[in-house]
């Protein structure tokens, strides 16, 4: 008898409101979708960033200056200048680190570069030859910047493609000089179109030899970054070892947690950043959920005569 009144109950609700009851269910269809979809969405933006920490080599590892951020309050520690010429030469001797294959040391910026009245704010690169393998570039026109180059502080840059299109459109690149903080930089090469690679945009990117960036456009004697590459996979846990080790006898650290620098794999940067995009797809489902509950009818207090059948 409970189960026949419930259902009869239940059937009358829904025929004497037949719209709110179709605007009910569209709605619970459509947080269902929501939450299928914001978990799409977190799974594709996960396997995104993964693919662009990839584009990176496996066998890479980031020497960042400064100690390593635990919250937003200590994001200055980024723009430390703990590396050094000293740490540089250190690194790429054998005796301290048997197993690293390159080492390239980075400086960058964001600067204007401009040529007969167009400018263009573009990220500045000051680096070596090694970027055309550790970052895969091969220049479309022209020639990459070379280890004599970087020896003699020369004046070249390689501009990429979108720099290349605001400067000088469908003309000629190669061989005109554009200036950097007033210094000319003659063009040597020009990047093709690569899109982002890595989170850098290297179509929006300038590259320099890094000792012509330190001295005439950063002003700087410190390195941003060391990138450097392992001679295998298998080496990766042992050559960070021994770049802790060989900074912190550079700098004369004895206690690892007073270090002025990080190290940072790829397997390292992959693990945080699906830390990352987990919590936040689970919180973009809570909230989908939550909304999905939020769907609700108003009920009526007290009842008349005719609605007590039992």
């Not at 100690?67 to 200055?76: F, K, L, N, Y």
């Not at 809570?286 to 007290?302: D, E, K, M, Q, T």
Request: with cysteine; hydrophobic share 40%; proline share 3%.
């Amino acid at each position: 008898m409970r189960f026949f009144y419930t259902f009869h109950t239940a059937f009358e609700g829904l025929r004497r409101n037949r719209s709110r009851s179709a605007l009910t269910v569209l709605g619970i269809v459509i947080g269902i979708a929501a939450v299928m979809l914001v978990m799409s969405i977190g799974s594709s933006a996960q396997n995104l960033i993964l693919s662009q920490i990839q584009g990176l080599g496996t066998r890479t590892i980031a020497v960042i200056p400064g100690r390593e951020p635990t919250g937003p309050s200590d994001a200055a520690q980024l723009f430390s200048d703990s590396l050094k010429a000293r740490d540089l030469d250190l690194l790429r001797r054998k005796e301290n680190v048997p197993e690293l294959k390159n080492i390239m040391p980075i400086v960058f910026g964001s600067e204007s570069i401009s040529f007969e009245g167009e400018t263009y704010r573009a990220t500045v690169f000051g680096g070596t030859e090694l970027a055309t393998e550790i970052f895969d570039l091969a220049p479309s026109e022209g020639e990459f910047i070379s280890d004599e180059d970087v020896r003699s502080r020369a004046d070249v840059v390689v501009i990429g493609s979108k720099v290349k299109g605001e400067l000088f459109g469908d003309s000629e690149a190669m061989g005109k000089r554009v200036r950097i903080k007033d210094r000319a930089l003659r063009v040597i090469g020009v990047l093709p179109t690569k899109g982002q690679v890595s989170f850098f945009n290297f179509d929006e990117a300038v590259f320099a030899p890094y000792t012509t960036a330190q001295q005439f456009i950063f002003g700087i004697k410190y390195f941003h970054r060391f990138i450097v590459e392992a001679e295998s996979e298998g080496a990766i846990d042992r050559t960070v070892e021994d770049l802790k080790a060989t900074l912190r006898e550079s700098h004369g650290i004895t206690d690892p947690d007073k270090d002025d620098f990080f190290v940072q794999t790829q397997a390292d940067l992959a693990s945080r950043l699906s830390v990352i995009t987990n919590v936040l797809t689970l919180f973009l489902a809570s909230v989908a959920a939550i909304s999905l509950c939020g769907f609700s009818r108003p009920w009526r207090c007290g009842a008349r005569r005719a609605h007590i059948r039992y």
